[in-house]
């Protein structure tokens, strides 16, 4: 070996030496590099994949009537629950080896950069799924070296605690279509008008063209774009032998049918409804120590939607167009649910829920639980007072208050309890009040739940005291269901995204009686008069204008006020109430305005229980029926023509005849000749 052989040798060995050592530091600090992050990853743990969730409500029948979303309009749904043509076509574009690599797929990215050298720019991206749904979940968008590492970091998290499919399912899950759409079942509702798991294979192919640039590749915004990359999407299916070769050319010849613009993003069966649910079942998930706002909620509600659409058509129908509002809501007795709930003309303008959160005053729609306070003390529907127009004292006579009737007019002789509700006569209501004083009347509004701000002067007999709609309607309710108050729910029960029950209603819970029985039954009995012509005198009974469309047995009272009108009322399987005004508290002048309220409510019972066999009420033990005279009270012969059918107590049903000159003194409270002025205090 000569000295430049020697040499030559000498230069190999140092460099494979070098090599040697280059590759066992190189070695090492990858190792050390997998190592550290291999104990980042479990320092920091999985990654939470919690994004923003609708929330589904459902009806009584369980099918869906609205959603809600903290953020981002998304339904998240298993991968069971979508169309295996979506995950193929996912993978075969954007991930081959999905399956295969653990979060970065390094041939893949060889090549990008290969390619992005030779252009001199960036021409191919090589991010995973993984890599993708990590930047979905945690990252921004922006192209900076920064968030490449963190998306790797993030990536490498998922692939440690997660498997495949969940990966998966959470890209498919969070991934963006465009035109605020997250998730490919929120995609599929919004541009073919059908669930994921529905999609034909040329659907499948035209939603998952449009995520690689929403603003480019969505329908919307270029059809033809779009029809471009789902051709070229189905090619790429079929060379990967994920389809056949006939199944791709069917779905490039399938003529797809695009149905954006059939949604409306702002409408929603029952929204007023549906707010209504989301506080109910906010308080219920509280106490569980869960928050609503975790999203992902399916809601199953009270909703009766044949009852919503008949609210709905009845204000539509008779609403004027002069800007009244709305309040209407619907219960059924036996439960306590609502079925039915407007609160207001225009959600889109004013989600303002009128049937909740209004308090107006519901003038005489009041006088059925004072006319409850007079049954429990000595009063019967034959009890007569003298009703001529009268002015009341109270406060020590340091005060007057002088009611008047709706037409200014009085009666000229008594009137029973019967009719002054029929009519609704004023003059016999505060004489009522006056009667029964203000404690117990205080403490029967309290049992009915609208008590709550009652003041002690005369004018609370006339509906001066400010209530919901829900509440009042609540309170009619308990009197539909025979004295036993039951609370108004609309939430059934609340599941978790994971569909564990998180809470159902107990439906035996212990319902409360708060009138007895024969109470309320009478005091139903005397809330028919109103729609019979019988109870005509000076006025006609309330109802007269509803009677043509009557076509089965109702109890109700309307209330009217210078700003608001009330009708409620009941059948023995559904109670209703509607309220109009103007939220400025504007007067109610026109006739149109008028007439509202009444019609609507009838509208209403008669649409939605147009199916239904016509319920009677049915007297309790204790309770008896007499033909009596209206205009006396007694029991009803030939010579007295106005006749009608009367509930009374055993004590309380009358022994002579109508002709007898003596039974309306009977029947008549006994009190001093001076009623139009009163020398002591209503209040005891």
């Not at 009522?432 to 609370?460: H, W």
């Amino acid at each position: 070996m000569n000295r430049a052989e020697y040499h030559r040798q000498r230069k190999k060995k140092l460099r494979l030496r070098q090599i040697i050592v280059w590759v066992i530091v190189c070695g090492s600090a990858f190792a050390t590099a997998l190592f550290s992050l291999r104990i980042y990853a479990q320092i920091t743990g999985a990654p939470s994949l919690t994004v923003p969730k609708a929330t589904i409500f459902l009806d009584a029948n369980g099918d869906q009537i609205g959603d809600k979303f903290s953020q981002q309009r998304r339904y998240w749904v298993g991968l069971d629950e979508i169309s295996p043509f979506v995950t193929e076509a996912l993978i075969a574009t954007e991930d081959q080896n999905f399956y295969n690599h653990h979060g970065f797929d390094y041939t893949r990215i060889a090549g990008a950069l290969l390619k992005d050298l030779k252009a001199m720019g960036k021409v191919e991206g090589a991010s995973t799924i993984t890599q993708q749904y990590a930047r979905n979940l945690y990252l921004s968008h922006d192209k900076t070296w920064l968030r490449k590492v963190n998306e790797a970091l993030y990536a490498y998290r998922l692939e440690t605690f997660y498997d495949k499919d969940k990966i998966l399912e959470g890209y498919l899950n969070t991934v963006y279509f465009g035109h605020g759409m997250y998730g490919v079942e929120a995609a599929s509702r919004y541009y073919f008008a059908k669930s994921a798991k529905d999609l034909t294979l040329g659907e499948a192919a035209s939603l998952i063209a449009i995520p690689k640039g929403p603003s480019i590749y969505s329908p919307l915004a270029n059809e033809e774009k779009n029809h471009g990359r789902q051709q070229l999407i189905l090619s790429i299916m079929q060379k990967q032998n994920m389809i056949s070769k006939d199944a791709k050319e069917r779905a490039q010849q399938e003529k797809l049918t695009f149905k954006y613009d059939e949604w409306d993003n702002e409408k929603s069966n029952a929204p007023y409804f549906i707010d209504t649910v989301w506080a109910e079942a906010q308080k219920i998930l509280e106490k569980s120590g869960r928050r609503i706002e975790e999203g992902g909620w399916t809601i199953q509600t009270t909703l009766n939607p044949y009852h919503q659409q008949a609210a709905e058509a009845a204000i539509e129908k008779n609403l004027p167009k002069s800007g009244l509002e709305v309040g209407f809501v619907s219960m059924d007795p036996k439960t306590g649910y609502i079925t039915a709930l407007v609160g207001g003309s225009q959600y889109v303008k004013s989600p303002f829920n009128r049937a909740i959160q209004a308090k107006r005053q519901p003038g005489s729609a009041i006088k059925p639980f004072l006319y409850a306070t007079a049954l429990e003390n000595n009063f019967s529907p034959l009890t007569f007072m003298n009703t001529e127009q009268t002015i009341f004292t109270y406060d020590g006579g340091r005060s007057e208050y002088e009611p008047k009737n709706v037409n200014g007019k009085f009666a000229n002789h008594p009137l029973s309890m019967a009719q002054a509700i029929a009519i609704s006569d004023n003059i016999y209501a505060v004489k009522t009040f006056e009667e029964v004083g203000y404690r117990k009347f205080k403490q029967m509004l309290d049992r009915f739940g609208i008590g709550q701000t009652v003041q002690n002067t005369p004018s609370v007999a006339l509906g001066t005291t400010e209530v919901s709609l829900k509440d009042i309607t609540s309170a009619y309710n308990t009197i539909a269901a025979g004295g036993v108050k039951r609370t108004p729910i609309t939430v059934l029960s609340i599941k978790d995204v994971d569909g564990k029950v998180i809470y159902k209603l107990d439906k035996h819970k212990e319902s409360k009686r708060i009138l007895k029985k024969d109470d309320a039954f009478i005091l139903t009995q005397l809330m028919t008069g109103m729609f019979d012509p019988v109870f005509n005198d000076y006025a006609p009974a309330t109802g007269i204008s509803l009677r043509n469309k009557q076509t089965r047995p109702y109890a109700a009272k309307s209330g009217t006020t210078l700003t608001d009108q009330m009708m409620i009322g009941f059948s023995p399987s559904l109670t209703a109430g509607v309220w109009n005004g103007y939220d400025q508290g504007k007067q109610m002048t026109s006739d149109a305005d008028s007439r509202a309220t009444k019609q609507i409510w009838i509208d209403f019972m008669e649409k939605a229980q147009k199916d239904m066999a016509s319920e009677p009420f049915i007297a309790p033990n204790g309770v008896e029926a007499a033909i009596v005279d209206v205009e006396t009270g007694g029991i009803a012969t030939k010579s007295c023509s106005r006749q009608r059918v009367v509930y009374l107590k055993k004590k309380d049903v009358p022994k002579k005849k109508c002709t007898d000159p003596t039974i309306l003194k009977d029947l008549t409270k006994d009190t001093d000749e001076s009623w139009s002025l009163f020398p002591f205090s209503f209040f005891e």
